[in-house]
């Protein structure tokens, strides 16, 4: 699937264009190199990279989707990594780390 399509069935874009101006501004890889062009190809198991807002999002698509669905729907189709790329990210707060108070 292009990349442009794939962006707007998992809702990290509205449409193909505002898509492609995400392809072009935000210096977008897939699997570690660049993506030049919206119609590169995806497939399931490619790690996308890229900025949205003032983050970056490192994703694995797990799943192509058919169409756009809806937010949840599309969230089914693939996961948050951590920067590493290794590890999906949990969605609790596990970073925060709390002491014991002192006796």
Do not use: C, W
Not at 69 to 96: F, M, P, Q, V
Request: hydrophobic letters at 35%.
């Amino acid at each position: 699937m292009r990349i442009d399509r794939l962006l707007v069935y998992l809702r990290f874009a509205r449409t193909r264009s505002k898509a492609l101006e995400l392809i072009e501004a935000s210096r977008m890889r897939i699997n570690g190199e660049h993506v030049l062009r919206s119609s590169m190809e995806t497939k399931a198991g490619d790690v996308l990279t890229f900025a949205q807002g003032n983050q970056i999002r490192i994703i694995e698509i797990l799943e192509l989707p058919k169409r756009r669905n809806s937010a949840e729907k599309a969230r089914s189709h693939y996961r948050e990594l951590d920067r590493s790329g290794e590890t999906a990210i949990a969605s609790s707060n596990t970073s925060e780390y709390k002491e014991d108070p002192a006796p």
